[in-house]
C-alpha cells in the first residue's frame, strides 16, 4: 500500500466513512488474492516444518553419538537455508515490501554459514614423489603417518626399513584435479543412503572404478618412473615392490584405519602405475567409507599418499604391541609371530605364536607355541602365495628368545621416540637382521565394567579376547560381500577369520566371534576402536545357526545361548564423533542456524535487523505471516475473510478466520457456530477442552499468593490497565486440516498450530505455552510440568525460562489429533498452575489427575 | 485433473525409472536428458505443470535452463533437484524463481507433494491473471520462441 493510499485509509476510517458493498467483479478478485496468499502461508507453514525438523536433526547429530558425514551437515544446512529463503520470499508475497532488510541479514548469515560448510580447499604445493630417505616425521602431511614414521625411523633412529619413496598428497590430489573428480565424487556421495549396505557398496564399486580408470597426469607419471629408476638401481634391478597406502589420518593416534585401505605385496615394477591407481581407489572402500564416517573424518581430511618399497622376503614377521591392548598399564611387550611374511598376522588369517617380554627383567616371560602349518611367502614374478610348512619347523617357536628380545628392544625404543605405546610390524631376514615395516599409536580398549557372570554352559569358549565387552544379538554367519549385505543390524557377526573388509560391519554389530585369527590383526585394532566387544581363535563355531539368540562374553571367553537385556545400557560405545573434523564443522555451522534469539514479538527488538541465526529468520516470519493472514480481511473490509466470532456457550472470545476450507459453507454473517467449522484439528483441540470440567483456579498457598501480588507489582503485563492487541482475544486460523490458534488465558499465553492431513511427512504439531501470573520460578517450573506430562506422548520438548514448546511431526493424522486432544486438555487444565508449584504435593496431586485425564481423553466422544 | 510433468536429467536410467513410477501415479510425463531438449518439449506440449529440473548436467546447466524456462514460460513451475549440496546454487536457484528446490535422493511421496503443491500454485496464479484481467489464461502466457 502505497503511502498516499494508507493516508487515504486514514482518513477515511477517521470520518467513519464506509465502503460500499463490494461489486462481484471486487469480491472475486480479493478472493482470488486472498487464495494467492493463503497457498504462500501454507508454502512458508510447510518451509517452516522442514526448516525446523532440519535444525532439530542437525542438533541431535551434534549431541548424540550417531555417526553422519559432511554431507549430512551440507544437505542439512542447504536444506535449512532454502526453506528460510523459501519463506522470506513468501512472507513477501503477504506483505510486499514490507520486511525488505529480511533478505540482506538472511544473505550475510548465509555467506558466513557457506565458509562454514564450504571451507577453501588448498592447493598442496609439495613434490609429488619424496624418497625415503628424505622423509621425517613432520612430513605426514603430505606423505601420511605410516610413510612419515618409516622415515623418522631409518633417518632419526638408524633402523633398518626397506629402501622406498612415497607418492605424495600432492600426486594425489593431482590425479583427481586432472580427472575433475571431485564435484562427481561429492554428488555420488551425496546422493547415496550410505546407511543402507547395498547402497554403500554400490558407491563404493563406482568411487573405486572412477579412481582405478582415471588417466595419470603425465607429470606424476614421470616422476613416479624417475623415482622408481632410482630406487630399482640401488637394488640392482632385482626387487618386487611392496606397495602400502599411507593416507592422511592413518597410523594416528585417534586412528588407526587398520587394514581397511589396500596394500600389495611384491609387485612387479612394471606394474607400479596400475597398482598406484588401486591402492589409490581402496580410499573408498565400504570399510574405509564406514570408518571415516563413524570417526567424523572428511573426505579432505584423509587425502591419499602411497608409499612404494623394496619387497622384504621375510622368513618370519608379525607385530610387537609395546602395552596390553586391554590394559594400558600392564607394560609387557606381547609379540605374535608367523612364518613367512608377517601378512599371516596383520590379516588374522593364520595362527601365530606368542611371546610376552617383561621389559624391565629383560626377559620372555610368557611363550604361547602353536603348530603353524601354512605361511605366506613370496611367489615368483609377482604377488604371494601360501605353502606349506613342514612338520618339522611348524610346531618349533618362530622366535628364538634372543630374537624376541632384540624386537621388543627396538618396539621399546620406537615407543621412547614416539611418545606412546606402540604397534609395530616387523620382518625377519633369513641373515638375522630385524626389517620394520610400520609403526603406529596403539589403540586400547575402552576401559568397562564387567560383565555379568552368566550361568549354563556355553554354546562355545576359549581363544582370545581380543575387544572386552559383552552383548546380545542374533547370528549372522558372514563369509562372503553377499552375506555382508544381508546382516541386520545388531546381529553378532560370526566369521570364519577376521578380513579387515568385515571391519564395514562394526558399526551395527553387537559383537564379533572368529573361529581364527589374534589379537594383533586389523580387525582386532578396529573393533577395539569402535568398541565392539570380540573373541577371536575360539575355534569351530559350526554349532551357531543363523538367526540364534546369543550372548557374546568376550571377558569370559565364551558364547552363550539366549539373550541378555540391558547388555547395551551398560556398556555404551564410544562416541568417535564428538571433537571430530565433521563434529566442529556441525558445530561451526550451527551458530548460524539454531540459536533463537528474536523471541518475543512484542518486543521493539522484534525487527529484520536483530535477527542473528536461520532460526530467528523463520521466527519472525511465521510470526508476522499469522498477522498478515488476520490483517487481510480488516484492511480490505471484506467480511468473507474476515475474522468471526465463535457463537457457543462459553466465556471466553473465540474468533475464527477461515483460509480455504475451515468453514461448512460460506458464513454471511459476524458469528459462525461450532457445528459449522469443519476443521478438524480444531475439532480436536476444542473436545480437549471440554472433555472434563475445569474445577476452577488451584487452591493456593500463602506464599504462591504472594508471589503473584508481588509480580503484579514488578510486571507492568498483569496490570489491568495494560493491554496488548489480542489482549482478551482467542483467534483461530483454520482450513480443513490445518489450524493455528492464538490464545491467552488471562497471563497464560499459548500458540497450537497444526496440520493434519493425508500427508503424514507433512502433518506437525506445535504448541506453546509461556506466562503465568507467579514469579518467574514458579512459571518455569510450571513450563517444566507441562514438558514432563508431554514427555512420553512423542514430543520434542524445550523449555526456555517459562516458556515450553512441544513439537511433532511426521505423524498419521489420527495420532495428530490425538496429540491435539490432549493440548486441548492441557490449555484449560494447566491454567494457574504456576502458583502451586512451590507446593511439591500440591504439583503430585495435579500430575497425577492430568495423567488419569489424559489416560481417559481417548475414551470421549468426539464432536 | 492430471498434472503433466517434464522430468529433465542427464542420468538416463534415474529419468526412465522416476517417469514409470510418476505415471503410476496418474502423473502424465514427459523427458529430457539435457536443457536444450526440455525448451523443445516444453515448446511441443505447451500444457506441461511442472519441471523438475536437475541442476547439474552437461551442456546448459539448471540454473541456465532455469532462466530461459521462466522467460518463455514464466506460468510453469520448476522444482530444482540436485545432488550436490550447494549454498549458493540452491537459493540462487529459488531466486531465480523455482518453486523449491530438492536434494536427492528424495523421497518419492515428497516428490510428488512437491509437484503437487506446484501445480496448486500455478493454477492460482493463472486463476489470480485470469481474475485480474477478466479473461481465460492461454497460449498468451506462453511467450514466442
Known amino acids: 500500500m502505497s503511502f498516499a493510499q494508507r493516508l487515504s485509509e486514514f482518513l477515511r476510517r477517521l470520518v467513519g466513512s464506509h465502503r460500499p458493498e463490494l461489486s462481484p467483479e471486487e469480491a472475486e478478485r480479493l478472493t482470488a488474492l486472498f487464495r494467492e496468499r493463503y497457498d504462500s502461508f501454507r508454502v512458508l507453514l510447510a518451509a517452516n516444518g522442514r526448516a525446523l525438523e532440519a535444525m532439530a536433526e542437525m542438533e541431535q547429530a551434534y549431541s548424540g553419538t550417531r555417526p553422519y558425514g559432511m554431507d549430512f551437515v551440507v544437505s542439512n544446512a542447504t536444506s535449512v537455508a532454502v526453506r528460510v529463503y523459501r519463506m522470506i520470499q513468501h512472507l513477501d508475497v503477504l506483505a510486499p515490501d514490507s520486511y525488505s532488510g529480511l533478505i540482506g541479514r538472511f544473505d550475510e548469515i548465509r555467506g558466513e554459514l557457506d565458509e562454514v560448510i564450504h571451507p577453501v580447499i588448498q592447493v598442496i604445493d609439495a613434490p609429488l614423489v619424496l624418497p625415503l630417505s628424505k622423509i621425517r616425521r613432520t612430513d605426514s602431511g603430505i606423505v601420511g603417518a605410516k610413510m612419515a614414521n618409516l622415515?623418522?625411523?631409518?633417518?632419526?633412529?638408524?633402523?633398518?626399513?626397506?629402501?622406498?619413496?612415497?607418492?605424495?598428497?600432492?600426486?594425489?590430489?593431482?590425479?583427481?584435479?586432472?580427472?575433475?573428480?571431485?564435484?562427481?565424487?561429492?554428488?555420488?556421495?551425496?546422493?547415496?543412503?550410505?546407511?543402507?549396505?547395498?547402497?554403500?557398496?554400490?558407491?563404493?564399486?563406482?568411487?573405486?572404478?572412477?579412481?582405478?580408470?582415471?588417466?595419470?597426469?603425465?607429470?606424476?607419471?614421470?616422476?613416479?618412473?624417475?623415482?622408481?629408476?632410482?630406487?630399482?638401481?640401488?637394488?640392482?634391478?632385482?626387487?618386487?615392490?611392496?606397495?602400502?597406502?599411507?593416507?592422511?589420518?592413518?597410523?594416528?593416534?585417534?586412528?588407526?584405519?587398520?587394514?581397511?585401505?589396500?596394500?600389495?605385496?611384491?609387485?612387479?615394477?612394471?606394474?607400479?602405475?596400475?597398482?598406484?591407481?588401486?591402492?589409490?581407489?581402496?580410499?573408498?572402500?565400504?570399510?574405509?567409507?564406514?570408518?571415516?564416517?563413524?570417526?567424523?573424518?572428511?573426505?579432505?581430511?584423509?587425502?591419499?599418499?602411497?608409499?612404494?618399497?623394496?619387497?622384504?622376503?621375510?622368513?618370519?614377521?608379525?607385530?610387537?604391541?609395546?602395552?596390553?591392548?586391554?590394559?594400558?598399564?600392564?607394560?609387557?611387550?606381547?609379540?605374535?609371530?608367523?612364518?613367512?611374511?608377517?601378512?599371516?598376522?596383520?590379516?588374522g588369517r593364520f595362527d601365530a605364536d606368542l611371546f610376552v617380554v617383561d621389559r624391565d627383567r629383560h626377559a620372555v616371560v610368557k611363550r604361547k607355541i602353536i603348530s603353524q602349518k601354512t605361511a605366506f611367502v613370496l611367489r615368483p614374478g609377482e604377488g604371494i602365495s601360501r605353502r606349506d610348512v613342514p612338520a618339522d619347523i611348524a610346531d618349533q617357536p618362530v622366535l628364538t628368545d634372543e630374537q624376541a628380545l632384540e624386537i621388543a628392544e627396538i618396539a621399546a625404543r620406537l615407543e621412547d621416540h614416539f611418545g606412546s605405546p606402540q604397534d609395530v610390524e616387523w620382518a625377519l631376514l633369513a641373515d638375522g637382521r630385524v626389517v620394520i615395516l610400520q609403526a603406529r599409536p596403539m589403540h586400547h580398549a575402552v576401559v568397562h565394567t564387567a560383565a555379568p557372570t552368566i550361568e549354563g554352559t556355553p554354546l562355545a569358549s576359549g581363544g582370545v579376547c581380543v575387544s572386552p565387552g559383552a552383548a546380545s544379538g542374533r547370528v549372522s554367519w558372514v563369509r562372503s560381500d553377499r552375506e555382508a549385505l544381508k546382516m541386520p543390524n545388531g546381529a553378532v557377526l560370526v566369521i570364519d577369520y577376521p578380513d579387515p573388509r568385515w571391519a564395514a560391519l562394526l558399526d551395527r554389530t553387537a559383537a564379533v566371534v572368529s573361529e581364527h585369527g589374534g589379537i594383533a590383526g586389523h580387525l582386532a585394532t578396529v573393533s577395539r576402536e569402535f568398541g565392539v566387544p570380540a573373541i577371536f581363535g575360539i575355534g569351530s563355531l559350526d554349532v551357531l545357526r543363523r538367526g540364534d539368540e546369543v550372548t557374546v562374553d568376550a571377558d569370559g571367553l565364551a558364547v552363550h545361548k539366549g539373550l541378555l537385556p540391558g547388555l547395551e545400557e551398560d556398556r555404551p560405545r564410544r562416541n568417535l564423533m564428538k571433537d571430530s573434523p565433521i563434529h566442529e564443522m556441525l558445530r561451526r555451522a550451527l551458530i548460524h542456524i539454531a540459536p533463537l534469539t528474536l523471541i518475543d514479538p512484542s518486543a521493539p527488538e522484534f525487527r529484520p535487523a536483530n535477527v542473528k541465526t536461520l532460526h530467528d529468520i523463520t521466527r519472525f516470519c511465521h510470526e508476522k505471516a499469522v498477522r498478515e493472514m488476520f490483517a487481510f480481511g480488516k484492511d480490505n473490509e471484506f467480511p468473507r475473510f474476515a475474522a468471526k466470532q465463535l457463537h457457543h456457550n462459553v466465556p471466553m472470545q473465540w474468533w475464527m478466520l477461515n483460509l480455504d476450507d475451515g468453514f461448512t459453507e460460506d458464513i454471511k454473517g459476524k458469528y459462525v457456530h461450532l457445528e459449522e467449522i469443519s476443521c478438524a484439528p480444531m475439532h480436536a483441540l476444542w473436545d480437549g477442552m471440554v472433555a472434563v470440567p475445569w474445577d476452577g483456579p488451584p487452591a493456593m498457598s500463602g506464599s504462591g499468593l504472594a508471589s503473584v501480588l508481588f509480580e503484579a507489582t514488578r510486571n507492568p503485563a498483569l496490570s489491568t490497565p495494560f493491554k496488548k492487541p489480542y489482549a482478551n482475544r482467542n483467534y483461530f486460523m483454520v482450513s480443513k486440516n490445518f489450524m493455528n490458534l492464538q490464545s491467552r488465558f488471562g497471563f497464560h499465553f499459548s500458540t497450537v498450530e497444526t496440520l493434519a492431513s493425508e500427508r503424514d511427512s507433512e502433518n506437525y504439531l506445535v504448541f506453546s505455552l509461556k506466562g503465568g501470573a507467579a514469579d518467574m520460578e514458579r512459571r518455569a517450573s510450571r513450563a517444566q510440568f507441562v514438558a514432563d506430562i508431554l514427555s512420553d506422548k512423542g514430543f520434542s520438548l524445550k523449555v526456555i525460562e517459562d516458556t515450553v514448546t512441544a513439537r511433532a511431526s511426521a505423524l498419521p493424522q489420527e495420532r495428530v489429533l490425538e496429540l491435539v486432544k490432549i493440548i486441548g486438555y492441557l490449555l484449560m487444565h494447566t491454567r494457574q498452575l504456576d502458583m502451586i508449584m512451590g507446593d511439591q504435593r500440591s504439583i503430585d496431586h495435579y500430575r497425577a489427575k492430568l495423567e488419569e485425564d489424559i489416560a481417559t481423553l481417548h475414551r470421549k466422544p468426539t464432536t | 485433473m492430471t498434472i503433466k510433468v517434464l522430468l529433465v536429467d542427464d542420468e538416463t536410467s534415474f529419468v526412465e525409472a522416476l517417469g514409470r513410477r510418476l505415471t503410476l501415479r496418474q502423473f502424465v510425463v514427459h523427458q529430457a536428458n539435457d536443457a536444450e531438449t526440455a525448451m523443445t518439449r516444453l515448446a511441443d506440449n505447451p500444457n506441461i505443470d511442472v519441471v523438475v529440473l536437475d541442476v547439474k548436467m552437461p551442456g546448459t546447466d539448471g540454473l541456465t535452463a532455469i532462466k530461459d524456462i521462466k522467460r518463455k514460460h514464466p506460468m510453469v513451475e520448476v522444482i530444482l533437484l540436485s545432488g550436490h549440496a550447494n549454498l549458493e546454487a540452491s537459493v540462487g536457484g529459488m531466486a531465480l524463481g523455482a518453486f523449491d528446490y530438492l536434494l536427492k535422493p528424495v523421497r518419492l511421496d515428497e516428490l510428488v507433494y512437491k509437484i503437487e503443491d506446484a501445480h496448486r500454485r500455478k493454477s492460482l496464479q493463472e486463476e489470480k491473471i485470469r481474475t485480474l484481467r477478466g479473461s481465460t489464461p492461454s497460449a498468451s502466457d506462453e511467450r514466442p520462441e
Request: aromatic share 6%; net charge negative.
Open chain 1, 151 to 347: 622415515g623418522e625411523i631409518h633417518n632419526v633412529l638408524g633402523l633398518e626399513v626397506p629402501p622406498g619413496f612415497a607418492i605424495t598428497t600432492a600426486a594425489y590430489s593431482r590425479l583427481r584435479d586432472h580427472n575433475d573428480l571431485r564435484p562427481e565424487f561429492h554428488r555420488l556421495i551425496q546422493s547415496t543412503e550410505l546407511d543402507r549396505p547395498d547402497a554403500l557398496f554400490a558407491l563404493s564399486s563406482q568411487l573405486q572404478q572412477l579412481i582405478a580408470t582415471a588417466e595419470v597426469p603425465s607429470d606424476v607419471q614421470e616422476t613416479m618412473d624417475s623415482a622408481l629408476t632410482e630406487l630399482l638401481g640401488a637394488l640392482n634391478g632385482d626387487a618386487g615392490l611392496a606397495v602400502r597406502s599411507s593416507a592422511l589420518g592413518e597410523d594416528t593416534a585417534g586412528t588407526s584405519f587398520a587394514g581397511l585401505y589396500e596394500s600389495q605385496l611384491n609387485v612387479h615394477p612394471d606394474n607400479l602405475l596400475e597398482t598406484y591407481l588401486e591402492i589409490a581407489a581402496s580410499k573408498y572402500t565400504p570399510q574405509a567409507m564406514v570408518y571415516r564416517r563413524q570417526h567424523g573424518l572428511r573426505d579432505i581430511d584423509t587425502e591419499m599418499a602411497v608409499g612404494c618399497m623394496a619387497m622384504v622376503d621375510a622368513v618370519a614377521g608379525g607385530v610387537a604391541y609395546t602395552s596390553d591392548p586391554k590394559d594400558e598399564t600392564d607394560r609387557r611387550i606381547r609379540i605374535s609371530a608367523a612364518i613367512g611374511l608377517p601378512k599371516a598376522v596383520v590379516d
